[in-house]
């Protein structure tokens, strides 16, 4: 992200369409997410999926984009609730 862009910490409850299969690269490819508000975004690409670890607990991070706008949504495997931590600009 560049200086100049704008980016949102938020750790926001969504709700999250996603495919689970083992031909997809880490089994997991999330395709829309819904705000607390409503507003529905449709995932164009999935970029880097990691896994952060929180004592016991997995905690995968997606960071995902829509073509105008980058995200990064977060899935909790101990309580299976998605989130959305990052809003920004989108960059190339």
């Keep these: ?23 997809i690269l ?6 829309t997410f819904r705000t607390q508000s409503g507003r529905e975004v449709q995932i164009a690409q999935v970029g880097l999926v990691h896994p952060k670890y929180d004592g016991l607990k997995t905690i995968y991070a997606f960071d995902i984009t829509d073509g105008a706008t980058d995200y990064r949504i977060t899935l909790d495997t101990d309580s299976l609730n998605w989130y959305l931590e990052f809003e920004g600009d989108h960059y190339e």
């Design 1 to 23: 992200m560049n200086q100049n862009s704008l980016q949102t910490n938020l750790h926001e409850p969504i709700d999250v369409d996603a495919s689970f299969s083992r031909s």
């Design 26 to 31: 880490g089994h997991c490819r999330p395709i």
